[in-house]
């Protein structure tokens, strides 16, 4: 058997740097940066779950230009702060012209068939007509819940946000917002939308 020696490994062409060097330094202020921006883009508001900016600095949600008018036109007809029409459109089918529920509900307003019989006119995937039908609907369920005599503004439309959602029947019935999970949910989403992603709508 024949041994063959290898030659010896030439010695390395450079030498690690030492801790000292101004190459670690520059590569440690840069890992430094790249760590603080990331903390600063993962805490702005609405990123990563992080928390949203306080009410007072939120304005206005896009509501779609194309109907805006209409928002206003139905707020304006049912006697309801426009901020309330908008976030309860947003809650009911996130500006979706097209939705439709599991129970049947239509359209940006999400009307049942039935309701969209007396309320409505035309398609109530037809996004206008929809919010027209909704003025006409919110005003309505005003009068309706007029008759459980509410202290306040704010206690009329949660009366009737609770109408729009279990009907007027469940409403008058009960005495007020009746004890559905559903139900209550449902105002108090519209009414934490109207006062921070909508609020000041239509002024």
């Known amino acids: 058997m024949t041994i063959t020696d290898l030659p010896p490994a030439p010695p390395e062409t450079q030498e690690p740097a030492p801790r000292g060097s101004p190459w670690f330094l520059v590569a440690s202020v840069v890992l430094l940066l790249i760590g603080t921006v990331g903390l ?7 990123c990563c779950g992080a928390p949203s900016a ?17 928002v206003l036109a139905a707020a ?10 908008a976030a309860q459109l947003d809650v009911e089918s996130r500006w979706d012209p ?18 969209w019989q007396e309320y409505g006119r035309g398609d109530p995937f037809d996004p206008r007509a929809a919010i027209r039908a909704q003025g006409i609907y919110l005003k309505d369920l005003r009068r309706m819940v007029s008759a459980l005599e509410p202290a306040s503004a704010r206690e009329e439309i ?41 609020a000041g709508v239509g002024r």
């Open 40 to 46: 600063a883009l993962s805490t702005a508001p609405g």
């Open 54 to 70: 306080p009410p007072d600095r939120v304005r206005t949600a896009p509501i779609p230009d194309a109907w805006a008018g209409d």
């Open 76 to 85: 304006e007809f049912s006697g309801l702060p426009p901020e309330i029409v």
């Open 98 to 115: 097209r939705a439709v529920s599991s129970a049947g509900a239509q359209g940006l307003a999400q009307f049942m068939p039935e309701t």
């Open 158 to 198: 949660d009366l009737v946000l609770a109408a729009y959602n279990a009907g007027p029947t469940v409403v008058l019935g009960h005495g007020g917002i009746p004890p559905i999970e559903e139900t209550r949910l449902y105002v108090e989403q519209i009414q934490e939308l109207a006062g921070t992603a909508y």
